[in-house]
């Protein structure tokens, strides 16, 4: 199978970005302190058109050469806003009328796989600090919360790995509603 | 929803994992030059208990304290094994009745959400170089490419993402056949 050129993958310029429909969903960020993983969630987010990504807290915001590193431009094509309190942006947005889930492993969460997602409903995920996890403050305002099943020795997964699987099971599931 | 102390988890011991059934994929690392992708392959592969990953080319080998900062010890859980070329472990693993596919945008690749899986197969998938992706050399011995459709304005995800998200979706494949 001959591998594509980079010219024959047929990506949009960031000005058809700008324009194209994008998937109902939204990623906040709260406390992320990597800038690594900054910048591979707004790589992730280009790749699948998510909405918007929050920034929250201590997370760092764009431009910085270390988010562009593994942003790649991204940060430049993905729409975001900065907002110091995280449960500003999720009472904000569930006003909007979206659906907002913390990433989490909590009491009665509802493994990712087995999300039941409705057509025309707007969704929102939390991504938690690298350590921490998403703040239970945090939780205490979303809908619910969203676990990535993990059947090993460790706790969880790195943080822009946990927001790749989170995405693409969503972009997955809307899109054949 | 209460969030559950690392405690409540009830993830297994090393000893544990290393006796649990695994999941039929290996992932081989094909010329992988960042540390910390290597490291959060080997944290993504103790979560969904993966068989052996494959480190192959330039790829770094544990023991080292770079991998260890994003593997968080997972390192020492995931069975992994150093093998120079490639093709090697390719054809090795078909001898052994592993399906191999790349992961690469190439002619005729089969879309993730596409990709059929049989009960009873092993598997194995193979993550290219940071910017070359996979060699094409090793796609030519592969049975085939895997590709994650992509809509946005960059070429590609960063790899320890795309590495998540293929095992994810293998994994949430073969649990249900």
């Given amino acids: 199978m001959r591998k594509l050129r980079i010219t024959e993958l047929n990506r949009i310029t960031p000005e058809e970005f700008k324009a194209a ?8 960020l709260d406390d992320i302190r990597s800038l690594h993983n900054i910048g591979s ?3 992730t987010s280009d790749a699948f058109c998510i909405e918007r ?10 431009p910085h050469p270390e988010i562009h590193k593994t942003a790649l431009g991204a940060e430049f094509t993905v729409d975001w806003k900065y907002v110091k309190n995280t449960v500003d942006v999720i009472e904000e947005l569930k006003q909007e009328g979206y659906m907002v889930y913390s990433v989490e492993q909590a009491e009665g969460s509802v493994m990712l796989h087995e999300l039941v997602l409705e057509r025309d409903k707007k969704y929102a995920v939390v991504m938690g600090n690298e350590v921490k996890g998403v703040k239970q403050g945090v939780i205490d305002h979303s809908h619910g919360c969203v676990e990535i099943p993990q059947y090993g020795t460790k ?4 943080v822009s790995v ?16």
């Fill in 162 to 177: 946990a927001a790749g699987i989170v995405i693409w099971e969503i972009f997955n599931k809307l899109r054949f509603l």
């Fill in 53 to 62: 990504i929050y920034l929250c807290g201590i997370t760092a915001v764009p």
């Fill in 41 to 43: 969630v707004f790589r």
């Fill in 155 to 158: 706790h969880s997964l790195n």
């Fill in 21 to 28: 429909r994008k998937l109902p969903l939204v990623v906040i």
